[in-house]
């Protein structure tokens, strides 16, 4: 199926010449039929010559219902302009235009009306000047009479080639279906209609739709029930798990898992330096206010805009290369086009951030493509590059390096191992042990976006291990820094009195250990140190399970406690800690019980 936008101003026969081309009727609603002009969005469809069938979206062309006309031609490829030959081009002509160029729809014909009523030369003549400079330059026009059918054929006609040379989408491709109709029918429930883009929709499919999971339970292409359906298609849905009052125009339903959702991004937009901070942007079906900020522009080229960066008032599944449109709704101004270039950038942070980005973004193609995201990047997550619209190939090109669920450039994959070396063997930790960093210290010092890269890498680099959070070479003992060993010392000295008296914050600090300091010695296995930054002696919990053992089992927290002569701060990590070592386990919500062995009498209980 082939799905043709129609586009014009009002009273110049767009519903009659539908009419006229498919034998229905596109202005559906009564209210429509009663004023003589669509105010929402009609469908027809018909077959044509070769055998083709093209559904036509009907848009309105009066100025007041621009939101809808916007709905109708976010998602469709193609568009048959009208204009009466009798009036020429008109405003609503001018503004449907400037929509189909800021959207890029390049593919048309020119269906010139009225022709009964005045020559069709003049028009011809003024449209072909008019679209010269837009992006549907150079499509044909027939010139035809919805009144007395004249033309028709012809139309018909070069339908037909305009169809033939549309591209044929994915019908693999991710759903992302745009709403612009919700209604309910008596003994169905909830109905939606739009334009299937790409991909497919199968009967009993289950489909997001903002977080929620709906099931399509009827599915209907051009009037008549079906199976399944594939873009492009004018589709209708019966959707079971959503009341009608829970969806709108606007709304969009996604394959399940396979889009993120998109409030900040950057574009490149053609409508000038002069845009206004706030705007709406429309994309598919959707309105949704915007702020905007500028980002360059680089080069010092004042009247050069490469780049904006959109902040949405609500989140949108967007890819690398969808087009926009940018509204100025105070003036009711179509404004421009814009293209995504970034559904999820970077923070801005630091002066002069915004221009270095401009920079960046100043050869972006406008297509996903994943050297170049990978070269912006620098290393990005798979599933963020898949919900981007962006490719992985298998086999992996030599410019990507995988680590684990990421994807790196294979420059900085290698500046990461370089770097790796140079950490580890000149102590990125300021010496503390002569064999050994902190994992997480280590991290922030290569520039890792994520921690989880670190296994991948000491696994890649082989020489280096990480035991204990600490990143050392391969069969290389940890020996703590003198002085760190004597502050060790001193506080070993303290807990042996007192085994489970853990030092608070400032006595640690008063011996000159920090977390660098306890990490390493906790590497070293001389401490070990428990959540909430509890430190103990590594024959603690030995000592906790005697003295835990002469309670009356089970044993409550207070308990428990008092028999570790300790505070809360230290018994709540310490009986974790046995829990996960399998020492004790938890009876009920608040008893817990020492684990006895095979070999161990059973333990006394609370009755004796």
């Known amino acids: 199926m082939y799905v043709i936008a129609t586009a014009g101003h009002v009273d110049h026969g767009k519903s009659t010449l539908v009419r006229a081309l498919t034998g229905m009727e596109p202005d559906r609603w009564a209210e429509e039929r009663r004023r003589g002009m669509t105010i929402d969005l009609g469908f027809a469809w018909t077959r044509l010559p070769s055998g083709r069938q093209v559904a036509f979206v009907d ?131 909830t109905v939606v209609t739009g334009t299937l883009a790409a991909g497919t929709i199968r009967l009993g499919d289950t489909l997001e739709l903002r977080g929620r999971s709906v099931t399509v339970r009827g599915l209907q292409c051009l009037g008549a029930p079906a199976a399944q359906a594939s873009g492009t298609a004018r589709v209708a849905l019966n959707l079971r798990g959503v009341a009608r009052d829970d969806v709108h125009r606007g709304d969009v339903l996604l394959s399940p898992a396979a889009w993120g959702r998109s409030s900040v991004l950057d574009v490149r937009t053609a409508a000038g330096v002069d845009l206004p901070t706030r705007l709406v942007v429309h994309v598919g079906s959707a309105a949704v206010p915007a702020t905007v900020r500028p980002l360059g522009p680089p080069g010092g080229d004042a009247q050069r805009v490469p780049a904006v960066r959109l902040r949405l008032a609500a989140a949108l599944p967007l890819q690398v290369g969808d087009r926009l449109l940018l509204r100025d709704p105070g003036r009711r101004l179509v404004l421009g086009g814009a293209m995504v270039l970034d559904p999820a950038p970077p923070a801005l942070r630091g002066r002069g951030a915004a221009r270095l980005r401009a920079a960046d973004l100043l050869d972006h193609p406008g297509t996903p493509d994943l050297e170049g995201e990978l070269s912006r990047r620098g290393a990005a997550a798979a599933t963020l590059l898949a919900e981007i619209g962006v490719a992985v190939p298998d086999p992996l090109p030599s410019f990507a390096v995988a680590a684990g669920r990421w994807l790196v450039a294979a420059g900085l994959w290698s500046r990461w191992l370089d770097g790796l070396a140079v950490a580890v063997d000149g102590g990125a930790d300021g010496g503390l042990t002569d064999a050994g960093v902190d994992a997480a210290d280590l991290a922030r010092a290569l520039g890792l976006p994520d921690l989880s890269l670190l296994a991948p890498l000491l696994a890649a680099a082989r020489r280096f291990e990480e035991t204990g959070g600490r990143v050392r070479r391969r069969g290389t003992p940890v020996v703590l820094r003198a002085d760190v060993a004597t502050a060790v010392a001193q506080l070993a000295e303290t807990l042996r009195r007192r085994p489970f008296q853990a030092p608070e914050q400032p006595q640690l600090e008063a011996l000159g250990l920090g977390a660098r300091e ?80 095979e070999t161990e009498a059973p333990a006394r209980t609370a009755s004796g």
């Open 59 to 189: 848009v309105p062309g009066h100025e007041r219902f621009a939101t809808n006309m916007l709905a109708g031609v976010g998602s469709v490829p193609a568009v048959m302009l009208v204009i009466a030959a009798d009036e020429g081009w008109a405003a609503q002509t001018e503004d449907h235009i400037r929509a189909l160029h800021a959207l890029g729809v390049s593919h048309g014909v020119v269906a010139v009306t009225r022709t009964d009523l005045a020559e069709p030369g003049p028009a011809v003549a003024e449209a072909t000047q008019r679209l010269a400079a837009t992006s549907l330059a150079g499509i044909p026009a027939v010139a035809v009479s919805g009144a007395t059918g004249a033309g028709i054929a012809g139309l018909r006609t070069a339908l037909d080639q305009l169809a033939a040379g549309l591209a044929d989408p994915d019908p693999r491709a991710r759903v992302r279906f745009w709403l612009d109709r919700c209604f309910t029918i008596r003994g169905s429930g």
């Open 518 to 597: 306890l990490g390493a010695a906790a590497a070293a296995g001389t401490i070990l140190r428990l959540p909430g930054n509890v430190v103990l002696l590594p024959d603690a919990p030995g000592i906790a399970v005697g003295r835990l053992r002469d309670l009356p089992q089970p044993f409550t927290m207070s308990s428990a406690r008092q028999a570790l002569d300790t505070t809360r701060r230290v018994a709540v990590p310490l009986l974790e800690y046995l829990d996960t070592t399998r020492a004790t386990e938890r009876v009920d919500g608040t008893l817990r019980r020492v684990r006895v062995s």
